[in-house]
């Protein structure tokens, strides 16, 4: 019969993911072992941190794993069109600007109303954000990958400067946003700092899903990541389209992730407030080799390694930035054990191809 | 018979399930053109790799002037005295002649010594160029002989040819073959392998016929005919062409008027002046030599390329195959069922409204394996898995799923063997006479002529209609057009 | 000093990293690969100078930088050239781990962040003569010994590139490997070493950085200037010498915040940070198109 590919050889999907995690926590290990930390504390601290407890789970882990899963989600989607979009982090921080701003003005609207409108803010800023490399690649060539990285310095000196400038608190001391009023933020679950994001994230997911898997222009998504000349001679799509949909589409998703994060989790904007949401991002989307639901599970394990992370450097010193390596190792691995992942870049990167 | 001075004995290799060379023995003597004939796929190129050091033998046994060497590398091969011409162009075009053949001799790629270098090697070969020339920029007779001064650049004694008139037309082809003749004179015994018996027949000195593997016979060129010749690298008596059934030709359904299209950003010449008109129910002979603009006018009819100036009416729906079968005539990774999908758009049945029906589909990719006798153990199978003629098959079949009322076909026998060629020619045919409108570019004008019933030439971007009945010679020279006469001396 | 002069300086002080960088990016891409892993080498050359002037002096720092910028990009060689996986996600990732373990290290080796470190940094050399030529003497031959190795290695490059066998099948290499192959370069190795020269370039420029520049280390403080390189050599056509005037343009582009800043102070300085990033976007669009790509650049 039949199968959707991504079905196709489901005894090995799991495998290499697995490998890749297990190589990358061994690396960990090895690390700390060199650097002279006891390993087994620290992994206990990991632990703690991100599964110790109901509270840990609900109040660290599942936050943390909103914004990577809506990155994830639409990274999983650009790479799947070929798109290099590696400017997530920017676009994380031009829709968490624009939900601030949309935020701060929408106090005396009405919850169900003004929720919706702060997403949408972020969701159009991200998408807008990612225009830039769009324009870009299919009117002037730029490389996605180029523009996408240096647009990343570009937000995080706009953050830098709204929160010090326009949209800096009242009392013009702190460099930070004054706080969401409550209309503007999304609704937690009792006694937790788990918030609504997830249930939007998790429809997304599903929703991609099913484009991917049961409608044609998500087939001709795939077959431009896969070759832009085939799918133009022989399938009749324009690739560049494609192209630029889908990294626009990877750039609202970040915005999105940014608005769920100022009026759900920190409702307020500042400097840093991404841990490199974008990069990890990345990760998240290629260790679940960018299939959506995938990427759910690969952006709740991520989540919780950083959640435990954070618990690393409080209880046993180990520098939370450790966990990039980890992340880096495997990346590494996913590139290095699959045959497709590994051969996708040349059509990314040959400026002829558009 | 003078001493050998390449000797291969019992070549075995195998690829994956496939065993490529049985045992093969070959031996080139000094000062002789040896022919090397047989079907593609018949393993002809794999031998000469082999002696060349692209490939490692999984068996057998090289000499070299009677001693036994191992040839690692084709590094290994030039320091022996070999060189080869692939049969494609293997230089860089970016770079120039000079610099080319510094790149395949080692040469410091620096000023004036290298410039004079290069012309004295040019001049003893007998094959003047000029050296600050791009090698992107030549015509394909120069390019060709470009390809055998980087072979003969580090004192080639042994020469080997992989179909080498295969990328010229017929009047460069023939010089080419002369040149060849030039270098036995100077000394250097040559391996040409050819498909053609014509070419084996006109300049090799001895012939041998390589099928599925295995030698079949050698011996002296003189005291070969055709027919046996034919027969042993068929294994049977060659088939006859097909009775051409000539379909009624009905109305105009491609109809273009003062065409010009830009090149492609390959550096092909484009299109300055075409009009013509096609009609349904004729196959229609494009006939060019490579880079004259047949790719950018298929690529205008089919909808693929804007042209700058003109019209094109063409009557739908149209279907193309392109030449380069892997890299745009379908997505290796993607399954049979997929690369149908894809072929068809949101016309097809189970594409409703843009929701897909991939068991619907399925079942149809199964049954077109069956019609188009496709071998593939089911429409599950990712396409790359399939040989090239059965690749081929299949992207015939999605072509005609679309009931073209337009063919439009660019090379569409590339790299197939005779019996998949006669089966894609006679689709063609078939495909005219039920009522498309078939145009076709074949780069071989001989089996132009067998599938088409009338010629257009492309020579240097004008395109000129040829009478009804025009001979090979009239068409040849026409191809050559401007093009031809610089590449001439 | 007049101001001119002042701003010419700078502007070639903040070049020398930029212009070690793209130097490198500049070979490997000529072999056909683009490494994106050259921020990270040029942080752990960052690093490394920072541990190496701790421990023994500025050229300790130096000769640490080098070394571990050819660490990193041994690790991005192997992977995208030796096993050939796609280069873009390599170089991400490679600049990922390097972001995390120069942070880690830093962390372990100096403390908690905040403290700012003074380290031992490269003296400005004059050249005698040279340096009193007017307006650009100062800025040109009053730098330290690494802004003098980087005006060499732009013409080792070209000469490395353009008069040696070696350079002639790298670029072939670049153009099309297929073909180079059959022409009997080796490809893989030469793209490996290729990638590995530009890794040890990058780790030099970290070390400009931190010994000739700045004068401390900060986590993340190279700030994309490695990705600023790879458009550096987009810009300079892939040639040495047109990247070289490449770097010094952007260099000055990059001198000019300071300038601005202490004239137009009501401007917020976050603008004048976003500069360098808009402007290379800004010359990227224009100068795609009039300059053409290494035909196989980023094929693995």
């Known amino acids: 019969m039949p199968q959707d590919p991504q079905l196709r050889s489901h005894g090995h999907a799991l495998r290499t993911p697995l490998l890749a995690l297990g190589i990358g926590l061994a690396v960990l290990v090895l690390g700390l072992a060199t650097a002279g930390y006891p390993p087994l504390p620290a992994l206990a601290a990991l632990w703690r941190g991100a599964l110790g407890s109901p509270d840990a789970i609900l109040s660290a882990l599942l936050p943390r794993a909103i914004p990577l899963i809506l990155i994830g989600l639409g990274i999983g989607l650009a ?63 730029v490389l996605e990958v180029i523009s996408t990285l240096l647009l990343n310095f570009v937000a995080e000196a706009l953050v830098s400067w709204m929160v010090l400038g326009p949209l800096q608190e009242s009392k013009h001391t702190y ?22 994001g997830l249930l939007v994230a998790l429809c997304l997911a599903l929703a991609l899903w099913l484009f991917g898997r049961r409608t044609l222009a998500g087939f001709q998504l795939r077959a431009v990541g896969l070759s832009p000349a085939a799918a133009r001679v022989m399938g009749g799509v324009r690739p560049e389209r494609f192209f630029a949909a889908a990294l626009l589409v990877s750039g609202a998703f970040a915005g999105l992730a940014g608005a769920s994060e100022v009026s759900g989790t920190t409702f307020a904007l500042f400097q840093n407030l991404s841990p490199g949401f974008g990069f990890t991002g990345i990760a998240v989307a290629l260790l679940a080799r960018l299939h959506p639901l995938g990427i759910v599970a690969t952006g709740l394990l991520f989540a919780g390694l950083e959640a435990g992370a954070g618990a690393m450097q409080r209880d046993a010193g180990v520098p939370a930035v450790a966990v990039y390596v980890v992340e880096a190792v495997v990346i590494l691995t996913i590139v290095l054990a699959d045959p497709a992942a590994r051969r996708a870049g040349a059509a990314a990167t040959d400026p002829a191809s558009r | 018979m003078p001493a050998a001075l390449l000797t291969l004995t019992a070549i075995r290799k195998r690829y994956g399930s496939t065993e490529a060379l049985k045992g093969a023995d070959f031996s080139l ?146 010089t080419f073959l002369g040149l060849v003749q030039r270098l036995r004179d100077r000394g250097v015994a040559t391996v040409l392998i050819t498909h053609k018996l014509q070419e084996a027949l006109a300049v090799a000195d001895r012939i041998t016929v390589l099928r599925a593997g295995e030698v079949i016979q050698t011996g002296a060129a003189q005291s070969e005919r055709p027919e046996t010749l034919a027969t042993a690298m068929l294994g049977t008596a060659p088939a006859r062409p097909a009775p051409r059934i000539r379909a009624a030709v009905g109305e105009v359904v491609i109809n273009a008027r003062d065409l010009a299209i830009p090149g492609a950003a390959g550096g092909g010449t484009g299109i300055r002046n075409a009009s013509f008109q096609v009609r349904a129910g004729e196959v229609v002979g494009l006939a060019a030599v490579e880079g004259n603009g047949q790719r950018e006018l298929l690529r205008a009819l089919a909808g693929l390329a804007r042209p700058a100036r003109g019209t094109i009416q063409v009557t739908g729906p149209v279907s ?170 | 000093m007049d101001l001119l002069e002042t701003f010419l300086t700078a502007a070639v ?172 370069v080796a490809v893989a190795r030469v793209r490996m070493i290729a990638v590995l020269i530009g890794g040890a370039l990058a780790g030099l420029a970290g070390a400009s950085l931190v010994l000739a520049q700045v004068g401390t280390f900060a986590e993340k403080m190279t700030a994309g200037r490695g990705f600023i390189a790879i458009a550096i050599v987009v810009l300079g056509g892939w040639h040495p010498v047109r990247v070289a005037l490449a770097a010094l343009f952007f260099g000055a582009a990059m001198a000019l915040q300071f300038l601005f800043q202490s004239f137009l102070l009501g401007v917020p300085y976050q603008l004048f940070l976003m500069l360098p990033y808009l402007l290379t976007l800004l010359v990227l669009a224009g100068a795609w198109g009039r300059t053409r790509a290494p035909g196989d650049l980023g094929r693995s």
């Open chain 2, 320 to 489: 193309f195959i392109p030449e380069d079968r892997t890299s745009e005539g379908q997505i290796g990774e993607l399954s049979l069922t997929e690369n149908l999908v894809l072929s068809q758009g949101r016309a097809a049945p189970w594409a409703q409204h843009g929701w897909l029906d991939w068991p619907a589909a399925g079942r149809r990719a199964g049954e077109l394996l069956e019609r188009f006798d496709i071998r593939a153990p089911g429409p599950d199978v990712a396409a790359e898995r399939l040989s090239g003629g059965n690749q081929q098959r299949q992207i015939i079949a999605n072509a005609m799923e679309r009931r073209p009322r337009v063919l439009l076909a660019e090379n569409p026998v590339r790299g197939l063997d005779l019996r998949a060629t006669a089966e894609v020619y006679d689709r063609l045919r078939r495909a005219a006479a039920e009522g498309a409108a078939v145009l076709v570019h074949l780069p071989d004008l001989d089996d132009l002529l067998d599938v088409a019933d009338r010629i257009l030439v492309l020579a240097a971007g004008e395109l000129i209609p040829m009478p009804e009945g025009a001979g090979r010679d009239l068409i040849g020279r026409t191809m050559l057009g401007t093009r031809g006469q610089a590449a001439a001396g």
């Open chain 1, 175 to 196: 460099p930070q946003s004054d706080p969401l009023p409550w209309a503007a933020r999304l609704p937690q679950f009792p006694g937790s700092r788990l918030h609504l």
């Open chain 1, 79 to 141: 790479f799947r069109a070929g798109a290099f979009n590696i400017g997530a982090e920017g676009q994380f921080y031009a829709g968490a600007i624009a939900a601030t701003w949309v935020g701060l003005a929408l106090g005396t609207w009405p919850r169900l109303v003004a929720v919706p409108t702060v997403l949408l803010a972020g969701f159009a800023a991200g998408l807008a954000w990612a225009a830039v490399p769009a324009l870009l690649r299919v009117r002037f060539g």
């Open chain 3, 13 to 184: 002080r903040v070049a020398t990293p930029l212009l070690l960088a793209a130097l490198g990016e500049t070979i490997a891409e000529r072999a056909g690969v683009i490494n994106l892993g050259i921020e990270g080498a040029m942080l752990a050359g960052a690093l490394g100078a920072a541990l190496g002037a701790t421990a023994g002096g500025p050229l300790l720092g130096v000769a640490a930088a080098t070394a571990a910028g050819l660490c990193i990009s041994l690790l991005f060689a192997v992977v995208a050239v030796r096993f050939r996986a796609n280069q873009i996600i390599t170089g991400t990732a490679v600049t990922l781990a390097a972001v995390g373990l120069t942070g880690a290290i830093y962390r372990d080796a100096y403390g908690a962040e905040g403290v700012g470190l003074s380290l031992p940094t490269l003296g400005i050399l004059p050249v005698p003569g040279l340096s009193r030529i007017p307006v650009l003497g100062e800025a040109l031959f009053a730098q330290s010994a690494l802004t003098y190795a980087a005006y060499l290695l732009v013409a080792c490059c070209w000469w490395l590139l353009y008069r040696t066998s070696w350079g002639l099948g790298l670029r072939a290499a670049g153009e099309a490997a297929e073909h180079a192959r059959a022409s009997g």
């Open chain 2, 29 to 174: 003597a000094r000062g002789e053109i040896h022919a090397l004939l047989g079907e593609n796929g018949a393993g002809k190129s794999t031998l000469m790799k082999i002696a060349f050091g692209l490939v490692q033998p999984d068996g057998g046994r090289i000499l070299v002037d009677g001693a036994e060497v191992i040839i690692r590398n084709p590094l290994a091969a030039r320091r022996l005295g070999i060189g080869m011409v692939h049969q494609h162009f293997t230089d860089i075009p970016v770079f120039t002649v000079a610099e080319n053949i510094a790149l395949a001799a080692g040469w410091p790629p620096s000023g004036r010594g290298l410039r004079d270098r290069v012309r004295r090697l040019a001049e003893e070969a007998g094959l003047p160029l000029d050296p600050d020339a791009l090698a992107g920029e030549l015509s394909a007779g120069l390019r060709q002989r470009l390809e055998v001064l980087k072979a003969l650049a580090g004192h080639a004694r042994i020469l080997l040819l992989d179909e080498p008139t295969s990328v010229l037309p017929p009047s460069e082809a023939d």
